[in-house]
Every structure is written in C-alpha cells, then in structure tokens.
C-alpha cells in the first residue's frame, strides 16, 4: 500500500452530491431534468448509478455539457471506475478539473482520486490541497498523508499533523458539509506509534479512535477494542 500504516481509504462515493435516496420519485426526477433543473439531473444521475449505470452516465454526461458542475465530478468518477462506460481517466480528469476550476468543492477532491488512479501524485496532491482550501476534509486528509510522507510534495510533516488536527475537530462539528473523522483514525495511528513530531501518547490515541469508532469507522472500533498495531489501515478510494 502506497501510504503504508499512514493510508486511508476514502470511499469515492462519499461526495456524490445528491441524497442517498430521492425525495421525489425517479419519474418526478426525469421530468425536473428535462425541464433544465440541473439539481434535479444531478439527483437523477446519483439515483441511477448502482442499478442503472449507464442511464446516469448518460444523464451526468448532458448535464455536464450544460455546465453542472455537480454532474461533471461525479461523472469524472463513473469513467474512473468504469462503471456504466469504458474507463478513461483522461476524460476523468478534465471533466473533475472543469467542476474543480468552477470552485465545485468535491470536484477537487474527485480530480485527486483521479490523479493518484493515473500515479500522478503530484497533480493529487495538487488537487487535494485545492479540495482542503474549499474545506472537503477528506481532501485535507489525503493532503495531510502525503505532507508527511512527501508523496508529490515537499514533506512537510508539521504541517500535515496541523492539517490532520484541524480536520478531525472540524469534522465532529455538525455543521462540516464534507467531514473526515479518517482524519482522527490516522492522527490516532500517529500517537499510537509516535513519529517525527509526535510523541506516542496510548491515551491520545484511544480518544481519537473513540471519536471515529461513534462516527461509524469500524477500524477505528478495532483499534479501540485492541486490535492496534496493524500492518496499516488499507488505501483504497
């Protein structure tokens, strides 16, 4: 793993900007996207992807030409990931720079996940920074990981564990639009180890494992439970 015991794994879907569920229905949905309500393609297109890929695909695609921005960074994942159209991180990556350059916050995070795909780390790094300063946490987070190892950047560890520090605050606060309690997982590794700039501090670490075990990260419930000191916790987006 390329972030050994200091990766994370972010799942690409956490960004999607539309709800988990729609509040009207699918139908109700087509009929707004037709009519040019771009909120209402978006939400479309989200709704389509686990069952019907290809149709959101195709809904994210038209929106996107229109210039909602929204449908052109989750679209930008789709042709990472292949899912209902042929991988194509070039077009990935032009697509999640367009909503990112429209100031679309997850677009820069998704253009991050779309460079690290293409070993980019430079242009991730680039774009995860650009993600944190719109305040996207998990941008923050990656931003953060590769400061201290120097993954396309200069390693700059001092700033990575202030950056980790003020996303794992940030992101137990109800009002953060894009949290990052991974953040707590990975300052709680930091602690739990020690490290350049961080002394270990077992107590420290077991806090910040609690914080992210009660927001739902089951390492972080392991980790808590005794089952630190592993091999790392799995890069992965």
């Known amino acids: ?23 009207l229905s699918l139908a109700d949905l087509e009929a707004g996207c037709r009519k040019g309500d771009a909120a209402a393609c978006v939400d479309l297109g989200f709704n389509l992807e686990a069952k019907e890929p290809e149709k959101a695909v195709a809904v994210y695609r ?3 030409k229109k210039n909602v921005l929204a449908a052109c960074s989750n679209l930008a994942l789709m042709l990472r990931d292949a ?18 350059d429209g100031k679309n916050a997850p677009g820069c995070f998704h253009l991050g996940l779309v460079k690290d795909a293409a070993n980019d780390f430079p242009g991730a790094t680039k774009a995860y920074e650009a993600a944190c300063g719109l305040q996207v946490f998990q941008g923050c987070t990656n931003f953060a990981i590769n400061l201290i190892k120097g993954v ?8 990575g564990l202030e950056l980790l520090e003020t996303a794992c605050a940030e992101s137990v606060k109800k ?5 990052s309690l991974r953040s707590c997982l990975v300052l709680g590794q930091l602690y739990e180890r020690g490290t350049k700039g961080v002394v270990a501090n077992l107590d ?10 009660y927001g739902g990260l089951e390492e972080a419930c392991k980790r808590l439970g005794g089952g630190g000191h592993q091999d790392g916790d799995g890069h992965g987006h």
């Open 62 to 64: 038209d929106a996107c």
């Open 83 to 100: 899912r209902g159209t042929p991988k194509n991180l070039t077009e990935a990556a032009t697509l999640a720079k367009k909503a990112c």
């Open 204 to 213: 420290a670490a077991k806090r910040l494992y609690k914080v992210a075990c």
């Open 152 to 159: 396309g950047v200069a390693a700059d560890p001092k700033r």
């Open 175 to 179: 009002g953060a639009q894009y949290p």
């Open 1 to 23: 793993m390329r972030f050994g015991l200091l990766s994370l794994c972010l799942a690409s879907s956490v960004l999607a900007q539309a709800p988990a569920e729609p509040t």
